[in-house]
């Protein structure tokens, strides 16, 4: 059985092929799969700020063509946070395809996906603060060792930002 792969580690030579083409990134600025796809079939890779990027214009574009689609009567309730009866027209396909009492309306996955964005950024600065406490305590311990292995822990996180 292999050991889960910690994408956090890799530091190294990736480039991302997308629209920013940052180089010498971490491989947490990558998805698993992407990562995994690159080492199997050397498939270019993609930062997630460029799929990002990519996944709103693409949901603006659908926002655009949003009256264009349909013009059936058809309604069903969002399953998110609005929970309103909304027309066909308010759901992209993928959601609408879910089905009753699953499928989310477009105002609700974006801001779904903006919420999950700001929870990742909070975890990253709540790794910092720790990281900054668990330096203050290895100062007062005295230990070199332990120091060392917390600002540089400290300085990988705050590196990664």
Not at 18 to 39: N, P
Not at 114 to 125: G, L, R, W
Request: overall charge positive; aromatic content about 4%; hydrophobic content about 25%.
């Amino acid at each position: 059985m292999s050991t889960p792969v910690v994408t956090s580690k890799w530091a190294g030579t990736f480039a991302c092929g997308g629209t920013c083409r940052r180089k010498q990134l971490m491989g947490d600025e990558f998805s698993k799969k992407a990562l995994e796809r690159h080492r199997k079939d050397g498939k270019p890779l993609k930062c997630k700020q460029c799929v990002a990027a990519d996944e709103q214009t693409e949901r603006e574009n659908a926002a655009k063509r949003k009256g264009d689609d349909d013009n059936s009567n058809e309604t069903r309730k969002c399953a998110g946070k609005c929970a309103k009866v909304l027309p066909k027209a308010s759901f992209n396909r993928n959601q609408y395809s879910k089905g009753e009492g699953k499928s989310r309306c477009r105002d609700c996955v974006e801001q779904s996906v903006k919420d999950e964005s700001a929870n990742q950024q909070k975890s990253k600065e709540e790794k910092i603060t720790a990281a900054r406490k668990k330096v203050d305590d290895a100062k007062r311990s005295g230990k070199a060792h332990l120091i060392l292995a917390a600002e540089s822990e400290l300085a990988a996180l705050e590196a990664e930002k």
